[in-house]
């Protein structure tokens, strides 16, 4: 496992304002690699890669299909106990059932092949709820096997996480959120971006989610560079 330090000032900018929108835990967990800004690159890992999953919510939490990757990724640490962190947990978990969910630039939503964009949720106006899965939990027993809220089996390729829940305020949020979506660019899919369609409801389908600017800030983190990206906006 490598760190990465954040050393130009537009990126520790937005870290800052990732702090500011998810709020102390995003704090805490950062403050534990201080060498690294907060973030760790899991090398050469089998990993659940969340970041365009849509997601089935059961009481209030949210159970997103993600694709089973492997490679280098990266997260905040969730460090614990002595030394233990999320690379030790997910590379535990290749012989325990489980994997986590972690970090990459999915292709899909990479110009100009990719047939997904992110989606940017405007802070001023958005009220939505959407699933946040850096370090989720994941396990194996769900590949290929049936789940609900998804119609037909998961591909042996699929896996369901577990992922808290967050519910945009637009009155305290200081930055808006990305969703993953369809590209080209739907206007009506920006209704995701509303309480009347993405809520913590049992039933409902909301998409894994992130403070506007942090799927960019990763991918230069963990690639050192960052491809053109699909991106929708209202």
Do not use: W
């Amino acid at each position: 496992m490598k760190n990465f330090s954040l050393i130009s000032l537009p990126i520790c900018g937005v870290f800052a304002l990732m702090v500011a929108a998810v709020g102390p835990a995003f704090a805490e967990n950062a403050a534990t690699d201080s060498t690294s800004h907060g973030f760790v690159i899991c090398s050469s890992q089998t990993y659940a890669l969340c970041a365009v999953a849509s997601c089935f919510v059961m009481d209030a939490v949210a159970y997103c299909k993600c694709d089973v990757e492997s490679g280098d990724s990266i997260s905040l640490p969730f460090a614990f106990d002595n030394g233990e962190n999320v690379c030790s947990v997910n590379a535990a978990g290749a012989e325990n059932g489980y994997m986590v969910s972690t970090f990459s630039l999915p292709d899909s939503v990479v110009a100009p092949d990719g047939n997904q964009a992110l989606y940017t949720c405007p802070a001023s106006s958005s009220t939505g709820a959407y699933a946040q899965c850096d370090g989720g939990l994941c396990f194996t027993s769900t590949e290929g096997k049936s789940f609900p809220g998804f119609d037909g089996p998961l591909t042996d390729s699929e896996i369901i996480c577990s992922c808290p829940i967050t519910v945009a305020n637009p009155a305290t949020a200081r930055i808006g959120y990305q969703i993953a979506g369809p590209y080209p660019c739907q206007k009506s899919f920006f209704k995701n971006c509303k309480s009347a369609k993405a809520n913590t409801q049992t039933g409902s389908q909301i998409y894994v989610g992130a403070p506007t600017g942090t799927a960019h800030l990763l991918a230069r983190l963990l690639n050192g560079s960052v491809p053109k990206v699909n991106r929708c906006s209202q």
